[in-house]
């Protein structure tokens, strides 16, 4: 009997975290959605059409990494490619138990992250760059791995009081 109310608490806690999940995902898809396509802080918008493209993996990494950039502008393009997709990471494995698994989440990042270059590239809001997708599945892992931890732990603790 008492398992059965824990297994209810247990199901009732993973409801509520899967609906809060959903929100925040549509929150941040609508954020990405901003900040590639229309933040003019980032220089996109469709006023100025601007149309490059770089399929050499890590041709645009090494230059930031060789260059002498502005370190405002290295930390932008790589972390914030990383940094950007690391709650997709997160929150799909929350959200569908099918995407729960590590190849499925790195193939999930990597889709979007090629559908946005692709629009970036056809609608000139930006530049489409191989690196970004790269950089992109780099986040969707790390925020699949903090979902990993996160999991473990829960997981941990739920058996050590209950059981």
């Known amino acids: 009997m008492v398992k059965t109310v824990l297994n209810d608490r247990n199901h009732n806690l993973v409801k509520v975290m899967r609906i809060i999940a959903v929100i925040l995902f549509f929150i941040y898809l609508s954020y990405l959605i901003y900040l590639t396509f229309f ?16 399929l050499v993996p890590f041709k645009t990494i090494v230059q930031y990494a060789t260059a002498n950039y502005n370190r405002n502008i290295i930390v932008t393009n790589l972390l914030g490619n990383i940094l950007a997709f690391m709650p997709m ?11 729960s698994g590590f190849l499925h989440v790195l193939a999930s990042a ?17 530049s489409a760059d191989i690196d970004d997708v790269i950089l ?16 473990k732990i829960y997981t941990k603790l739920i058996k050590e009081k209950f059981v």
């Open 39 to 54: 933040s003019r802080h980032y220089g996109r918008g469709f006023v100025n059409v601007y149309r490059s493209i770089n």
């Open 89 to 99: 990471g997160f929150l799909l494995p929350l959200i569908w138990e099918k995407l």
């Open 110 to 126: 990597a889709a979007v992250s090629i559908l946005i270059e692709a629009f970036q590239y056809i609608s000139g809001a930006g």
């Open 136 to 151: 992109n599945a780099v986040g969707g892992i790390l925020g699949y791995g903090l979902y990993y931890c996160l999991k």
